[in-house]
Each structure stands twice: as C-alpha cells, then as structure tokens.
C-alpha cells in the first residue's frame, strides 16, 4: 500500500514538473486588447479625404464655404470599395467631418452638411452610401471626426463639447460597425476666435459606448497612436508601449520622435498607425495628378510601416466626379501586384533547431515558426534572455527579404537581434542583417543573398523571447537608387533671376532649381527676388524643409513691385494649412495674374517657437 502510494505520489510529482515547466510564458508588460489584436492584424487599410475642399482646392477650409461648392458629378463610393478592396486593403476610413466643419451625413446637430448640398438634391447621406459599399466589399467602416469645427456656431463655448458628442453619436449608431474612430489632434480657432478646450474622457467614453471594440486613434491613443509624421513612416525601432500619462491629442502631445519610436517600457498598449496619402495633398486637387507618389516611394513606405510593426493607412482622396482618379487606382494596382510578387513565394522551408526550448517541450518548438499558425509559437525557459534558432534548408537558395513576428499576445519583448547567413566558401556564419524591435511585423531588407542556411540571434530581450512566425522571400527589387529629378520651376529659366535681400553667402540656392539643403533665415529678414525683367505670372511656391517639427513659415505676407520700392502686397497674412505636420511644397495663387520684376515673401509666424526658418526654393507660377 505505501508503496502504491508513493508511487502515486511521484508520478503526480512528474506530471506536475512537466505540466509547471510548459505553462506558457506570463505576459510582458502591456499587451493588446483582443480588439487591438484584430485591428493590427488589418496591417493595411484606406483613407478617404473628401468634402468641400476637394472642390475649393483647399487642404483646409475654412467653415465659410458655400455648402453648394459640394456637388460630386458622378458619386460612386462601391468603385471607393472595388478599389480598395482590389488593392488589398481591409477597411475604409472617411473624413466624415474635417475641420470646416461640414458633414457628409445630414446630422440633426449642424446646418453646414450634405443636406445643404445640391449634391442628390440635398438628400444624400455619404456615409450610409459608404458603409453600405463596405459591407458588400467585405471592408471595414471606419470615421475619421475631427473636434475643430470651424463652422458651428457652439465651437469655442461650453456647450460644443456635447455638440460633438452628439455628432459622434449620430455616425457611431446608423451606419453599423465602426472599426476605428480617428480623432485629430488639431484645435484652431473657431467663428467666434475661440478654441476649444477638448474633453477627451467624454469624447472616448462616448465611442466605447457605442462601439465598444472600436479603436480610437489620437496622437496618444488608446488605442492607437500617430507616428509623429505624415509621410507613413516608422523609425527602426518602434515600441507599441506608450507612456500616456500628463499628455493629451494635440499640442499636448509627447514629442514627435516619442511618437514615432514609442516608449521601451511604456505603460499602456498603443501600436503605431502611419498615415499618409498617395498624394502630395490630403484633398484631391487637379494640380497633383501627375504627383501621385510612384510605385517605388509606396514601396519604400510599406517596408518603412507595415515591415515596421505599424499599420498603413494610405489615403486616396477621390476626385470632384466623387470616384477615385484612375492615376491613384493605377498606381495602387501596381503596387498590389508588386506586393503579391514580392511575397508569392515562402522560402522559409527547412530543419529548424534552437538553441534552448522552453521546457524542451514540443509545443514551444522552433517548428512552430513555419506552421503557419498565429498561434504556436517558439519560446523560452522565463530566465533565457539570449537564444538562437537555426534554420537549414534542404538546398541553396537566394533572397533579400526576413519577416519575422513576435507573439505580441504576450507583449513586446524582443529589444535586439541579429541574422547570419551561412557561408559555403568560408564554412562559418556570416553577418547579414540586424535590427532592434519587432512586434507584430518586422521586415529586413537586404540585397539578394544565396546561401544554405541562416540563424536568428537574439542578443537582448526584456523576458524569454517569443517568435510565432518567420518567412523568407526573394522580393522584387524595384529602387532605381536614382532620385527622381523634378523640374521644380515647371520650365519657368531663373537664368536671370537673383536674390535681391538678405545678402548672405549660398542664399542663391533659394532659386537655384535643387530640391537641396535648406537656406536658414531670421524671421525679420523677408526675401526679395529680382526675376530679371518683368513677367507674367498667377501665384508663388515655397518649399519647406521636408521634416515634421522644422522650423518652416506658417504665416505670410506676399508683395511684388517693378522698381523694389513701391510694394503691392497679394497676400495678407495668409496661412499655409497643416504646413507643421506635412511641410510639403505649398503652391499659392492669387486672385488674378500678375506682373511684376520683384517678389517678396515676408515670414510672419513659424511652425515652431524659434526665430529662423527654412527656405529650399521660393519661385512663381506661371499662367
Ligand atoms: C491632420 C489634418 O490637419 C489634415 O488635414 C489631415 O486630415 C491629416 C490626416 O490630419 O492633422
């Protein structure tokens, strides 16, 4: 009897040990919501700018506009969702409402909508003709709202707040489910001068109310965040931590490269989403469509994002028919396709060892990392921090793309690593790439490389690492390295031209036609431009330096004259929209064609708090 006892007793001792040494990993700091998991798992999915300034050819209007100007000639959003669904995007995000306030759904709450439109007579509701669409194309409905309304009459009083919520309540209840609320940070003045003071709690606790798995982005989340640029893209390494506290959306945001990065050890979950858009612009204009980024920029993009453990969100602003121009559902299909090529082929087949298993258990085996199944992974005793896996193939082959993916369900871990690729001539592995974060999704680009086996080493990782997913490809290589070369004066010579004031040493490369380093002035010296001889022309250019956070004019005024003495000023202190986070060329037009030999531009106000600002090329437009 005492014997059967103990050995009762023993063998439940056995089962225990095993049992305790394969119980999964506890998770890591902070870990994503089930929603938060679905929604990275979208990766890829569209913006839409639409409203009354795709036809005033504004990037942001006003609140002013006639709600008339709105009036799309053919209005097609199930082509938005053959689109974007043929582009292999998985959702759709609309600006239901920008910054001038008009929305594209006749709200109770305004009188600045689609219902003041001639657009269908004024019986039109965009959003349930896109909602709709998505439903029928599989996609996901997403609303863009943004809180400066720059046509209601309650912006900058007490009562806006609740205005507000009650818009945002009449788009998350009628038009089903909402994946994710874009909240702008952006707070100008309203009609009345005023800003708002934004109540964030009420706004989220609002949409959790009523979609309660919706992601809401905002510069901090909760539940994702901006990434600190719009030109979509991530720094190397980014963390989907982010420490939240004392920040708000807006100018009380962390800093931009805290943004774009995240924190090591920040405390709450909040991936990353870069947006940008197709075009130079949010809105269409027809003065970009032959600026539609090319095939290698959107590349370029992709492995900067997607491959960089955020989702993309690629805005495609449709035209003033209410469809997407052909240019954008063009390019968007050749980049599909390069897509669909580049990762056609998994290579990542082959004996895979490691060099500890948690437990040595089979269900933590390095297998795991070619099943296929999100959920099997390959990790780690709690006290291995340093560990290898090795992956041999069957015979040679050639490459130039790593996909790697961690087990975020568990956190993020993994803060260092490196890949060597086995040298057949030499018998010894050799450096071939490395990388610090990975998260979700990380991508490692390198040339073409042909070997017959390759290791991961992960040098530095926070608790025992936990990778799910590998995969290897031999990706198109579409980068000509050559950079584009712009003809930036449109054909206009500047052969005559010089800069009149300030007299500096280089200030000539203002006009010199190279989209180069910046010239940086003081804020009181204004640039004047002797073009020579008097000519014909209808507006001016100004090109920033191209960096979120530069110090670039925002406010401006703009003179010409004949003899640099007696000035005409065209533009009064005229502000350059959104210029802080897209400092892009901005092209400005004034109300009729000029003539004129000397140009002015005159800085009145900056994107930042300094008091010098950059200049790449100032010149004129011509009729
Ligand atoms: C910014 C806005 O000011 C732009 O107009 C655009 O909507 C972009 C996506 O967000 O903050």
């Not at 902070?30 to 798992?41: R, T, V």
């Not at 600045?112 to 709709?132: A, M, Y």
């Not at 997607?306 to 805005?315: I, S, V």
């Not at 369900?409 to 990388?435: C, H, M, V």
Request: proline residues 5%; hydrophobic residues 35%.
């Amino acid at each position: 009897m005492r014997h059967i006892s103990i050995l009762f007793y023993s063998v439940f001792l056995l089962l225990l040990s095993s049992c305790s040494s394969t119980l999964p990993p506890n998770p890591y700091g902070a870990i994503p919501s089930p929603a938060q998991l679905e929604w990275q798992k979208m990766e890829y999915y569209m913006f839409i700018h639409f409203g009354p300034n795709t036809f005033t050819d504004v990037e942001w209007g006003d609140g002013k506009e006639n709600p008339k100007v709105f009036n799309p000639s053919d209005l097609d959003c199930r082509q938005w969702a053959a689109t974007a669904k043929a582009a292999g995007m998985k959702g759709i995000i609309i600006t239901a409402k920008h910054h001038d306030g008009f929305c594209l759904w006749p709200s109770k709450y305004s009188t600045h909508t689609v219902r003041e439109s001639p657009w269908k007579e004024g019986k039109g509701d965009l959003l349930r003709e896109l909602s709709d669409a998505c439903k029928e194309y599989g996609l996901k409905f997403g609303v863009y709202l943004s809180p400066w309304d720059q046509n209601h009459p309650d912006y900058g009083t007490p009562v806006y707040n609740q205005t507000f919520v009650n818009t945002l309540d009449e788009v998350l209840s009628n038009y089903g489910d909402v994946f994710e609320q874009w909240f702008d940070g952006a707070n100008g003045e309203g009609h009345n001068g005023k800003k708002q003071i934004y109540d964030w709690e009420l706004f989220n606790n609002t949409v959790y109310k009523k979609q309660r798995d919706a992601i809401i982005f905002s510069d901090i989340g909760p539940g994702c965040r901006w990434v600190g640029n719009e030109e979509g893209y991530m720094s190397e390494t980014n963390w989907s931590r982010l420490n939240v506290e004392g920040f708000e959306a807006g100018r009380k945001s962390p800093p931009l490269d805290t943004l774009n990065i995240g924190n090591t050890h920040g405390e709450k979950w909040v991936p990353a989403e870069a947006n940008t858009s197709i075009r130079p612009g949010w809105f269409f204009s027809p003065s970009t469509n032959d600026k539609v980024k090319s095939l290698e920029k959107l590349l370029d993009i992709y492995y900067a994002s997607a491959g960089r453990n955020a989702n993309l969100l690629l805005n495609v602003p449709p035209d003033r028919r209410g469809r997407i121009h052909p240019n954008d559902s063009t390019r968007l299909m050749e980049f599909r396709n390069a897509l669909d090529k580049s990762f056609e082929t998994n290579l990542a087949k082959g004996a895979v060892s490691a060099s500890s298993v948690r437990g040595d258990s089979k269900s933590y085996s390095p297998d795991n990392i070619l099943d296929g199944n999100y959920d099997s992974y390959w990790t780690t005793d709690d006290d291995i921090t340093t560990a290898s896996i090795e992956l041999q193939f069957a015979s040679s082959r050639t490459f130039n793309r790593i996909l790697l993916q961690e087990y975020i369900p568990l956190g993020q871990r993994i803060a260092r690593f490196n890949i060597e690729y086995w040298d057949d001539d030499t018998n010894s592995w050799k450096f071939l790439s490395d990388g610090t974060t990975i998260g979700y999704k990380r991508i490692l680009c390198f040339p073409s490389i042909t070997t017959s086996g390759i290791k991961i080493n992960i040098t530095n990782s926070f608790a025992c690492p936990i990778i799910n997913n590998l995969e290897i490809y031999n990706a198109l290589n579409f980068s000509s390295g050559l950079k584009e070369s712009i003809d930036i004066h449109g054909g206009i010579s500047t052969a005559k031209w010089s800069v009149f004031s300030p007299a500096l040493e280089n200030v000539g490369r203002i006009i010199d036609g190279k989209d180069d380093d910046p010239i940086s002035l003081a804020i009181q010296y204004p640039v004047i431009v002797d073009l020579g001889e008097r000519v014909e022309f209808k507006g001016f250019f100004y090109i920033p330096q191209n960096s979120v956070g530069a110090a670039n004019v925002s406010r401006y005024n703009f003179y010409v004259s004949d003899d640099n003495k007696s000035w005409i000023k065209l533009k009064s202190n005229s502000l350059f929209n959104n210029l802080r986070n897209n400092p892009i060329r901005q092209d400005v037009f004034f109300d009729k064609e000029t003539k004129a030999r000397f140009i002015k531009f005159e800085a009145l106000e900056l994107t930042n708090d300094g008091d010098k600002y950059n200049i790449v090329e100032l010149g004129i437009i011509k009729p």
